[in-house]
């Protein structure tokens, strides 16, 4: 039975490989609260009183040094080894999870390791895991449109379109080299509409194997002399508006 767990944060997003060197802050005391709740689980107790903290190359490692770990732990650990569905995971751990995996969607340069390192299952949670409640897997086939910008276009092998959409998460999507390559502009670093075909999650709002149909014109512009010619319309057509107060109530049918 395993008696040492190794917990693994893998990121360079910041510009640099995380590791105890170097590392923000924030993202230590995130880290260290989250494994401590992952190895505690709902059960009281002291299960984290011997963490100490690791070096693992181009890493921060929290590794455990207790003598004997939690049964309900390592049961959890062998269902995750087993399947993604975490319906059957404490409540706690399955809450730490789902937040790794939900940045890890985010941030594709992010993911967590946790597992033995003398025997026993090992589990990544990173971009390509899709570790969830099953209540969660309400996947549909669509067509739809997404608004982001281009942050990367292209590849040798295999072409796609990594999008960084309004609420900061990232979508890649598949695409036709041919189909970028006729492209009148280049897409980078610009706010884009594309037109794209995927499965679409109606609980959490996720897409998953998204391909490219097309792009959508869409070039948004500011212009002042057109936002006056506006205004100048519209007051004149509610030049005989008698206040709005009074005109908001007259539509709502009050006297």
Same mark, same amino acid.
């Given at each position: ?13 910041? !510009? ?7 590392? /923000?802050?924030?993202? =230590? ?37 207790? #003598? $004997? ?21 404490? /409540?706690? %751990? ?13 941030? #594709?340069?992010?993911?967590? !390791?946790?597992?033995? &390192?003398?025997?026993? /299952?090992? &589990?990544?949670? !990173?971009?390509?895991?899709?570790? %969830? =409640? ?16 281009? @942050? *990367? ?15 900061? $998460?990232? =979508?890649?999507?598949?695409? *036709? ?7 009148? $502009?280049? #897409?980078? @670093? ?9 499965? @679409? ?14 792009? &959508?014109? @869409? ?37």
């Amino acid at each position: 039975m395993p008696t040492r767990l190794r917990f693994t944060l893998h990121d360079d997003s910041a !510009g640099y490989a995380i590791s105890p060197a170097r590392v /923000p802050l924030a993202w =230590l005391r995130e880290f260290v609260r989250e494994v401590e709740d992952f190895v505690r689980g709902s059960e009281r107790g002291s299960a984290t009183a011997e963490m100490e903290v690791g070096v693992v190359e181009g890493s921060l490692a929290l590794e455990s040094a207790a #003598p $004997t770990l939690p049964a309900a732990l390592l049961a959890d650990l062998a269902r995750m080894a087993e399947s993604e569905l975490l319906d059957e995971l404490d /409540p706690r %751990r399955c809450a730490v999870v789902q937040s790794w995996q939900q940045r890890a969607k985010r941030n #594709p340069r992010r993911r967590y !390791g946790v597992g033995a &390192i003398d025997g026993g /299952p090992r &589990i990544e949670i !990173g971009f390509s895991s899709d570790f %969830r =409640l099953s209540d969660a897997d309400r996947w549909v086939e669509t067509e739809r449109v997404v608004r982001g910008l281009v @942050y *990367d276009a292209g590849g040798k092998t295999s072409a796609n379109v990594h999008l960084q959409l309004a609420d900061g $998460t990232s =979508l890649a999507v598949a695409a *036709d080299k041919g189909l970028l390559g006729r492209q009148p $502009t280049n #897409p980078l @670093y610009k706010p884009a509409l594309l037109r794209i075909r995927a499965r @679409y999650n109606v609980v959490t709002r996720e897409h998953r194997d998204a391909v490219l149909i097309d792009f &959508i014109d @869409y070039e948004p512009r500011f212009s002042e002399a057109e936002r006056q010619r506006l205004v100048a319309e519209g007051t004149r057509a509610w030049a005989d508006a008698e206040g709005a107060e009074r005109w908001v109530e007259a539509l709502r049918g009050n006297a």
